[in-house]
């Protein structure tokens, strides 16, 4: 935990008691009851890292998800008591179902690994080769063959082929725990403590090995982040963190909302970027529609100066405690603002009594006209030194409205938004109508829908539906 999460829980803690209620609380996954032996004889830390999931089920077998893999219980299968534990085969399922996402963070994604592990890219055996490794120049060769007969393969460098025979990392043996090379090693780009520099990584069936000479020297070698990299192509439950979705690709202001805490309380949002970068701040906990604790809000840099901009890069959201308990977890990618998958766009808030445009970038999409509303019914994100306000109902009010709706949650939403002719209908959810009345309100609320949608050349009139129903809406 960075310094300054320790100081903003310090000030909540002296400030309130939060008080959980039951079964609120989640903590961080522990290590699963098959694997705590194994991971605590094998350095699991170092070889495993931390956990990701609870129990869960791979390809039939318990199994449990860490940062550098995915770890499986084959007892009723092996008796061999040092083959009873397998590590996934992550690499090839990442190939699989996530081409373009990036390889423990660095500019190699598994759509380049996949290029790189062609067999015509193997190299044929050294002369008088008649199976299992040999050295040749640039360190052992290793052919691609579960039995290591003669047959076309990958060259390991020395520094990996020397930690792979660690037997207190593997007790299986390498090619039980960390399987055939897929590719030769080759140098990529990664970002470590916020700055650019160039490790060697090369691919096996199982695992990624990285080899940084900048790290101290027991740490030079160690296997890649693909554990985490596989949490992005998981199915997620449902957790207190609705928004934002796992795996979601997001930019900054981050919007979110968590069933988390008791009413009257205050938490802390923490996210943390891989190179170590960290975004917190101290949100209330509101009285959300079913009475539990609610978080709602937006995530942003409230420096005055430039803020800190981590390039594109996975990154953790927490939800914390005053007393500094794991609430909620979240895994997602931000993008950063120079990112080529962010498109900037204009909202419009209000700023006395007249609306006026803002800039954001947000998720390039197709669909950027239901981007731009939906960065809108957020409202205006700190530091907002302007003084911008919002006309469209905020949580609070949405919660406090006395002729709420049946069915209505705490925020504004769009149902749908739809083009035809140059003709934009944006159709709102009931929780629109708690703006309340007044003439002004009314004008100012249309202003900012109609002007953040006819900033799109294929926008030239909009109209307003609540429920579907385009009649009577946002009377004075």
């Known amino acids: 935990m960075s310094r300054s999460t320790r100081r903003l829980l310090c000030w909540l803690a002296a400030g309130a008691l939060l008080l959980l209620p039951a079964g609120a609380a989640r903590g961080a996954p522990a290590v699963a009851e098959p694997f705590r032996d194994y991971y605590a004889r094998h350095q699991g830390i170092r070889v495993l890292g931390n956990p990701l999931t609870d129990l869960l089920e791979a390809g039939g077998y318990p199994a449990q998800y860490f940062e550098k893999g995915r770890i499986e219980d084959h007892r009723r299968d092996v008796s061999n008591p040092d083959w009873q534990f397998m590590y996934g085969l992550l690499v090839g399922e990442l190939i699989e179902r996530d081409p373009q996402g990036p390889v423990n963070a660095t500019t190699l994604t598994y759509r380049d690994l996949k290029l790189l592990a062609d067999p015509a890219r193997r190299h044929q055996p050294p002369a008088g080769f008649r199976g299992g490794t040999a050295p040749v120049a640039g360190g052992i060769f290793v052919p691609y063959d579960s039995y290591l007969r003669p047959a076309p393969g990958a060259i390991v460098p020395s520094y990996f082929w020397s930690y792979m025979g660690r037997a207190d990392l593997f007790p299986g043996g390498w090619l039980h725990d960390i399987g055939l090379p ?198 205006p994100a700190p530091p907002n030194l302007a003084g911008f306000t919002t006309a469209i109902p905020t949580p609070e009010q949405v919660l406090a409205f006395s002729d709420r709706g049946p069915g209505w949650g705490p925020r504004v939403t769009l149902r749908k938004l739809t083009i035809v002719d140059g003709v934009a209908t944006a159709d709102f959810s009931g929780e629109l109508s708690a703006y309340g009345g007044g003439s002004l309100r009314v004008m100012l609320i249309r202003q900012q829908i109609a002007q953040t949608l006819l900033q799109f050349p294929s926008v030239r009139q909009v109209r307003i539906a609540i429920e579907g129903q385009t009649e009577g809406v946002l009377e004075p």
């Open 182 to 379: 897929l590719t030769d090693a080759l140098q990529v780009g990664a970002i470590k403590n916020g700055q650019q520099r160039d490790i060697t990584i090369q691919a096996f069936e199982r695992t990624v090995l990285t080899y940084d000479p900048k790290n101290p020297r027991d740490w030079q070698v160690e296997r890649g982040n693909i554990g985490a990299d596989a949490l992005r192509t998981l199915p997620q439950p449902a957790g207190p963190i609705e928004i934002p979705a796992a795996g979601a690709q997001v930019t900054l202001p981050l919007h979110l909302l968590a069933r988390v805490g008791q009413p009257g309380a205050q938490v802390v949002a923490q996210l943390r970027w891989r190179d170590g970068t960290e975004l917190t701040r101290i949100f209330p906990v509101i009285r959300g529609e079913d009475g539990g604790g609610l978080l709602i809000g937006n995530l942003n840099w409230m420096n005055e100066g430039q803020p800190p901009q981590p390039p594109t890069q996975p990154a953790t959201l927490q939800i914390l405690s005053a007393g500094g308990e794991l609430q909620a977890r979240q895994s997602v990618t931000v993008l950063s603002a120079a990112d080529p998958a962010t498109q900037a766009i204009q909202v419009y808030w209000v700023l006395g009594e007249q609306v006026a445009a803002a800039q954001l970038r947000v998720p390039r999409t197709e669909r950027i006209g239901a981007a731009a509303l939906d960065a809108l019914l957020w409202g």
